[in-house]
């Protein structure tokens, strides 16, 4: 079973500068997100029923999707650095 992301690691970092790190912890934000998902369900359930009577239903598939590509994106690292030598590294733990 995979778990959502409990921490994203942020570090920017320039040439001759000393770098910044930033952790923020999303085991704090998810609790939130569930508690306003759980308060917006009832709307959302109307929502897909209307747009399911007229044919437009397709944005469900998209939102199961989007929810499988947070979970699975657990260990992912974005490492990048610009022309002027600034790095940028993003990591979700």
Not at 33 to 40: G, M, Q, S
Request: one cysteine or more; glycine letters at 4%.
């Amino acid at each position: 079973m995979n778990w959502l992301p409990l921490i994203l690691r942020m570090q920017l970092a320039g040439p001759k500068r000393r770098s910044i790190r930033l952790w923020v912890p999303l085991f704090i934000v998810w609790p939130i997100l569930l508690v306003l998902a759980i308060v917006t369900l009832p709307l959302l359930l109307l929502v897909a029923i209307v747009l399911i009577l007229i044919g437009r239903a397709a944005w469900l598939r998209t939102s199961w999707a989007l929810c499988r590509i947070v979970v699975a994106s657990r260990g992912l690292q974005i490492d990048t650095y610009t022309q002027a030598g600034q790095r940028v590294f993003v990591s979700l733990e």
